[in-house]
Nanobody, 116 residues
Framework: QVQLVESGGGLAQPGGSLRLSCAASGFTFSSYPMSWARQAPGKGLEWVSGIYSDGSGTYYADSVTGRFTISRDNAKNTLYLQMNSLKPEDTALYYC?????????WGQGTQVTVSS
């Protein structure tokens, strides 16, 4: 079955950086577009970014454009999210999701906290 394991979260200062990873198994990773989504405390799920199956195209929510970069390594079955210029409002539980949007399969999430 689909298994997605996120890692790389933690505590960062405002203006800092983190790199999230998502190890995928149980399906043909290279055939699927993938997304990152997040859920902040007390808020709904927010789509953050998506990438085509071959990495040829990427999309971002307005709130992260210019600061976050999504990428993938199909040889390693791994999805990444490079997060720069972090803001306190980026604090959330981050999930990788199969497909576009937030309706696919999710991992367990990795917590990102941005605070001084």
């Amino acid at each position: 079955q689909v298994q997605l394991v996120e890692s790389g979260g933690g505590l960062a200062q405002p203006g800092g950086s983190l790199r999230l990873s998502c190890a995928a198994s149980g399906f043909t990773f290279s055939s699927y577009p993938m997304s990152w989504a997040r859920q902040a405390p007390g808020k709904g799920l927010e789509w953050v970014s998506g990438i085509y199956s071959d990495g040829s195209g990427t999309y971002y929510a307005d709130s992260v454009t210019g600061r976050f970069t999504i990428s993938r390594d199909n040889a390693k079955n791994t999805l990444y999210l490079q997060m720069n210029s972090l803001k306190p409002e980026d604090t959330a539980l981050y999930y990788c999701v199969t497909g576009w949007g937030t309706t696919g399969s999710w991992g367990q999430g990795t917590q990102v906290t941005v605070s001084s």
